[in-house]
């Protein structure tokens, strides 16, 4: 039977990858784990390739240096979709390191893709607020930026900008993902909103959503502005979704 492949980028979590793999495989005993590592310096590569399930379940993807989430999800996907073609998976999942998404919440997002949503979406703000650990203004900023997305985009989910999500893999490879170019918030907004303009099945799940455990934040000042002047620019694009061309020139969908 096909498993599922997560797809995690990496930048100094080492602290983190112990605990998060080990969590993971218990909820997921058949997961593969991608980590898309950004030059961390600090041991992850060779810990990878000391693990026991190096190469089965346990593999990585080594960048020459820090360049970004957006990107780091993109090459990943790509390097999943390649394996996938010879090794198919039975869903994709993207998800931190950090344990700021739960583990034990991926069943959840993997059972709805097998009862027909095309994408899945982590929600912390629907039934409420489901955060906790946080600091006030980063929890304003979050619900704002959401709040903006929606307002702009006319996108119904109550969290756009979250980085916790399930894909069908043949709705992801129809995406044309080198067009991508945003990154952080701007990246979960565009790949959602590309989705949602396509009219695939979208389907939210609340979750619990955890400070991280240990390791170095990935939120900037540049990302909040990336988020700002890239929103109104999708939904002016919105008009023209990107996907990729079959054989006879049609799309692929």
């Known amino acids: 039977m096909p498993s599922p492949f997560i797809v995690v980028p990496t930048y100094h979590e080492l602290d983190n990858l112990p605990r998060f793999t080990e969590r993971l495989w218990g909820a997921v005993p058949d997961a593969r784990i991608l980590l898309v590592d950004d030059a961390s310096g600090d041991g992850a590569p060779g810990w990878v390739r000391s693990h026991p399930?190096?190469?089965?379940?346990?593999?990585?993807?080594?960048?020459p240096g820090k360049?970004?989430?957006?990107?780091?999800?993109?090459?990943?996907?790509?390097?999943?979709?390649?394996?996938?073609?010879?090794?198919p998976c039975s869903?994709?999942?993207?998800?931190?390191?950090?344990?700021?998404?739960?583990?034990?919440s991926v069943p959840e997002l993997i059972r709805l893709l097998?009862?027909?949503a095309d994408l899945v979406i982590a929600t912390r703000y629907r039934d409420g607020v489901r955060v906790t650990n946080w600091p006030l203004h980063r929890l304003m900023l979050?619900?704002?930026?959401?709040?903006?997305?929606?307002?702009i985009t006319?996108?119904?989910?109550?969290?756009?900008?979250?980085?916790?999500?399930?894909?069908r893999p043949d709705r992801l490879a129809s995406l044309d993902l080198a067009q991508i170019h945003s990154d952080g918030y701007a990246f979960q907004i565009e790949v959602?909103?590309?989705?949602?303009?396509?009219?695939?099945?979208?389907?939210?799940v609340p979750i619990v959503f955890e400070d991280r455990h240990a390791g170095i934040s990935k939120m900037s000042g540049h990302i909040v502005r990336e988020a700002i002047w890239r929103v109104p620019w999708?939904?002016?694009?919105?008009?023209?979704?990107?996907?990729?061309?079959g054989a006879d020139g049609k799309s692929a969908l």
């Open 53 to 63: 399930r190096y190469d089965r379940q346990l593999f990585i993807l080594e960048r």
């Open 67 to 87: 360049r970004g989430l957006g990107s780091a999800y993109v090459e990943g996907f790509a390097w999943v979709m390649k394996r996938h073609a010879v090794e």
């Open 91 to 104: 869903a994709i999942v993207q998800m931190d390191a950090d344990l700021s998404h739960d583990p034990n």
């Open 114 to 116: 097998d009862q027909g």
């Open 142 to 151: 979050s619900l704002g930026a959401a709040q903006y997305v929606k307002l």
């Open 154 to 167: 006319g996108m119904p989910f109550s969290d756009p900008t979250g980085g916790f999500k399930a894909f």
């Open 192 to 204: 959602t909103h590309l989705a949602w303009r396509l009219g695939w099945k979208i389907v939210e």
């Open 234 to 245: 999708m939904a002016l694009r919105g008009r023209h979704p990107h996907v990729r061309s």
